[in-house]
């Protein structure tokens, strides 16, 4: 295996995390139904009087707790203070009591040190020192009653736009506010997934990303249920096929990260089966260009290079008919806006001119990332060609890649960081392979 490492190789900046594209789960457009009310908390309302005392036992709310001894007064109503923070997102988005430091996600498989700090316990398991407190680590406890509190917060809460104000992106809570309960609670476990993946605690990522995949079936079921007699693929199912492949390659992408192989690609080849079920929408060929490169990734490394190069070829294919649609979208939208400006412009009403930038900058940023994964599957594909003799394809690739880079360069400098950075890389990555001698 060893000689193959070489062929391992790919573009650092070929940018297919899965914090990037799993994008199947965001938050999408809102629908109309009454968000939940801010000021009750429907944690409390679960859970009775015992929320509180019990995370004041577990030391989750150390005000909280010290309020309620301190005013013994019968009379007055218990005050209405969520132990995590429901309601008080006045503050902004903050780390509650029952997150993890070092992972920044909820606690999975919560344990106590010594020093009396919490953390999952695959995220502490190695460190000497407390990072919350410096103090030396002599011991660790499992804590399973701050567990059950964070399942019973992600149960309760996951559902409403509130939980996003405090967990989510920026501008998220807005988009999720009148999500369907359901779909809210998917696209929050796998937040809470990417979060811990990223952050290498495997172990909580797949326990949320699994959690996340069980919610999706079950809405895919009722979904079936509900219109069972019906005639083609129904939008609705397409929409949660893609999400669960998104979600599949996840799973992959944790079983990955702990050398499993085998696991590896049966999630993967997973993702696939369910993003090609899932129809031609760009979000999910988007997916399925990402999966079918994961798959040829672990065929390339265990060898069987002509079963990789198919599958870049094939996500090659994608790519190349998603850069048309985006540019193809990007013009008509530029005609839309510049018909609308035009009578505008003769009315009374003012423009915004703010949002009409925002919205170019955002068209151009999609061309630009779109034509980026062009150029990384050439480049992908055109390695594989050359190991397995063709030569004369790989440079034709590499010439293509080039041309995409290159014409990308005069508007670079309006592009978001990341696209930047990943152009610079693969310039860099494709200039390297021109220039090496040919094997
Ligand atoms: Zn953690
Ligand atoms: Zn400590």
């Known amino acids: 295996m060893s000689g193959r490492t070489e062929a391992c190789v790919r573009p650092a900046a070929d940018g297919e995390q899965p914090l990037e594209k799993a994008k199947g789960l965001n938050p999408g457009t809102p629908t109309a139904s009454s968000p939940p009310a801010a000021s009750q908390c429907p944690f409390l309302a679960g859970m009775g009087g015992v929320g509180v005392a019990a995370a004041a036992e577990a030391g989750a709310e150390p005000a909280a707790a010290a309020r309620q001894g301190a005013a013994p007064d019968a009379d007055a109503p218990a005050p209405a203070v969520c132990p995590l923070g429901f309601g008080s997102s006045a503050q902004g988005p903050r780390l509650g009591q029952f997150h993890c430091l070092l992972c920044k996600s909820l606690f999975f498989d919560c ?59 920026p501008g998220a809570a807005q988009k999720v506010e009148g999500m369907a309960g359901e779909r809210s609670r998917a696209s929050f476990l796998l937040q809470l997934g990417l979060r811990a993946i990223a952050t290498g605690n495997t172990g909580s990522a797949r326990h949320r990303f699994q959690a996340c995949q069980r919610q999706l079936q079950q809405q ?71 999966s079918l490169n994961k798959v040829g990734e672990l065929r390339h490394m265990q060898g069987e290079l002509e079963a990789a190069a198919e599958l870049y070829a094939q996500a090659l294919q994608l790519r190349r008919g998603l850069l048309a649609a985006t540019q193809l979208q990007r013009e008509a939208q530029q005609q839309a806006q ?34 980026l994964d062009l150029a990384a599957s050439c480049i992908k ?59």
């Open 111 to 169: 344990v106590v040190t010594s020093c009396g700090h919490r953390y999952c316990a695959g995220c502490i398991r190695d460190a000497r020192d407390c990072p919350a407190c410096g103090a030396d680590i002599t011991s660790l406890a499992p804590d399973p009653q701050t567990q059950e509190l964070v399942e019973r917060y992600i149960e309760v809460h996951a559902g409403s736009s509130t939980i996003w104000e405090l967990e989510g992106p």
């Open 220 to 290: 895919l079921a009722a979904v079936q249920q509900q219109t069972s007699g019906g005639g083609s693929v129904l939008p609705e199912v397409a929409v949660i096929q893609c999400r669960l492949g998104a979600v599949s390659g996840c799973l992959g992408d944790c079983c990955r990260a702990e050398g499993d192989a085998d696991g590896t690609l049966r999630h993967y080849q997973c993702s696939v089966e369910l993003l090609r079920a899932a129809g031609d929408d760009p979000e999910a060929q988007q997916a399925l260009s990402v």
């Open 338 to 371: 510049q018909q609308a400006q035009q009578q505008e412009d003769s009315g009374p009403e003012a423009r915004e001119p703010a949002a009409a930038a925002r919205a170019a900058a955002d068209r151009e940023a999609a061309c630009c990332s779109a034509a």
């Open 381 to 439: 594909l055109a390695g594989a060609r050359r190991e397995l003799g063709g030569d004369a394809e790989a440079q034709e690739l590499l010439v293509e890649a080039q041309g995409l880079l290159a014409r990308l360069e005069a508007g670079l400098a309006g592009q978001p960081p990341l696209l930047q950075r990943k152009h610079a890389s693969l310039a860099e990555y494709v200039g390297a392979m021109m220039a090496a001698p040919q094997p």
